[in-house]
């Protein structure tokens, strides 16, 4: 008898090494490399599914298309996954614990089920009758829809293959083991060889899957980051505890946009879409206010308005102002205040400055630039601005301000919320049909902009 093979896997990265090592080498983590044993099997081989041998094709004799889709029954999720859920797709839904992702894939499944699909929903956290709770606060009892409580990969294939359901929901992927392998669930190596063996299964079936998992401390998906690159489309759920708003993004997706977001509200009967997030972002917006803006983003194919805030006081630290943000990049603020500084001659040094994104939403678009710097401004001269106004544009390191993509969008969807004035870039190409619905106003530097807006 062969005798098994024993390494030593780090959980963060899934770097392996013969020894045991405090430190990973790979990533820098401590205590986060643990020993794993395979046995005499062939690994490489993986989970044997009856089928076909595929053979190579000239892709000329192969049909275009991308498939034929199946509508989640929520217009929002099916917005970020570009239309559907393919056929024969391996999907994968990321977010913190409690954040919504089980919530939003049991409604899914519910409203599938109710118009006459098969879907079957494994869980390996939660039990039979704790689903059910769910289920029932959530309006999603249906007879096509199968509960399976399990988290063995050879029981769950066989159970796949009686039912030949339409849609197989994973929850979550860390729970799930193979006995091909001797390492405890949730390990580099079970998810590795899971997640494999789901993915043949799916393809080779035609039945689109989606997987939810686990994140670490720093918010990336549990499990080697091989995981996302097996996968057609890697989801994930973003939201603040203190907020009821949810976005749900999709970074990566083979079928569709990427950097595509829904919107929801979390709400008692479950995730609830949001079809207009910009009224809603701006709904409680204060008039008047100093620091107070409304920038445009493109997030995938949709505009979105949001409103800037920043708060500038006199620093009580000495020799140490606060520079803090939420919902923005940080490291980006503090390029743009060192622009202000430089270029407009703003005395900022000995300032606390802070930069907030109402709503708990999350921007990273260089075309809110010109908001955050004049949000800056208006709350360091203490000079609101007109609440009727958008401002649009990239901040260069010389202070001048840049030209962005999709400017008809962004005006478009400022004039539908009833804004009359727009600051965009100057020389910005755009359409000339605007004239009679909004005033718009070009800025060369920042300067220009504040002498527009703060005078």
């Known amino acids: ?19 045991w090592l405090g ?56 917005r970020v996954l570009g239309g559907g859920i393919v056929s024969g797709s391996l999907i994968l839904i990321g977010g913190d614990p409690g954040i919504g992702k089980s919530t939003l894939i049991l409604q899914s499944s519910g409203k599938i089920s109710k118009n006459g699909k098969t879907v079957l929903y494994i869980s390996g956290e939660e039990s039979y009758s704790q689903i059910r709770m769910r289920s029932d606060r959530l309006g999603s009892l249906s007879e096509r829809l199968f509960i399976l409580c399990e988290t063995s990969l050879e ?37 590795r060889e899971v997640s494999a063996g789901l993915m043949r299964l799916s393809k080779e079936l035609g039945i689109p899957t989606i997987l939810i998992g686990h994140v670490t401390k720093d918010g990336a998906i549990a499990g080697p980051r091989v995981l996302e690159h ?15 708003f949810r976005i749900l993004r999709a970074v990566k997706n083979r079928f569709g946009s990427t950097n595509e977001i829904g919107v929801f509200e979390m709400m008692r009967e479950g995730l609830g879409e949001v079809c207009n997030p910009s009224e809603i972002f701006l709904a409680e ?4 206010i100093p620091g107070s803006v409304v920038v445009s983003s493109i997030e995938g194919t949709r505009p979105i308005l949001v409103e800037l805030q920043s708060l500038v006081s006199t620093s009580t630290s000495f020799g140490m102002p606060r520079r803090m943000t939420t919902g923005v990049d940080h490291n980006r603020v503090a390029i743009l ?43 360091f001269k203490n000079r609101p601005i007109d609440s009727h106004t958008i401002i649009i544009g ?38 000339e049909g605007y004239a009679d619905s909004v005033d718009i106003v070009e800025a060369r530097t920042i300067g220009d902009a504040f002498e527009i807006l703060l005078n």
């Open 394 to 431: 990239e901040v260069g390191l010389g202070g001048e301000v840049r030209r962005v993509p999709q400017i008809d969008t962004r005006i478009g969807e400022g004039i539908k919320l009833g804004f009359t004035r727009c600051i965009i870039p100057k020389n910005q190409s755009r359409s």
């Open 155 to 191: 029981d769950i294939i066989t159970q796949i293959d009686n039912i030949r359901p339409s849609l197989i929901i994973i929850d979550s992927v860390q729970t799930i083991y193979t006995s091909e392998l001797q390492s405890a669930p949730g390990s580099i190596s079970q998810v």
């Open 23 to 78: 430190r990973c080498p790979d990533c820098g983590e401590w205590n986060t490399i643990i020993e794993e044993r395979i046995d005499s099997l062939d690994l490489s081989r993986g989970i044997r599914i009856g089928g076909p041998k595929t053979v190579p094709l000239p892709i000329t004799h192969i049909e275009s298309g991308e498939g034929k889709r199946l509508s989640s029954g929520i217009s929002e999720f099916d």
């Open 230 to 244: 097996m996968v057609d489309t890697v989801l994930y759920f973003e939201g603040d505890r203190g907020h009821s």
């Open 337 to 379: 205040t060192a622009i202000i500084e430089k270029r407009a001659g703003f005395r900022l040094q000995g300032e606390d400055i802070f930069v907030n994104v109402a709503g708990g939403v999350k921007i990273n678009e260089p075309a809110t630039d010109l908001g955050i710097v004049v949000a800056i401004a208006s709350s």
């Open 1 to 19: 008898m062969q005798k098994p093979k024993r390494y030593f896997s780090c959980q963060g990265c899934g770097y392996q090494t013969p020894k």
């Open 285 to 288: 917006r204060p008039s008047g």
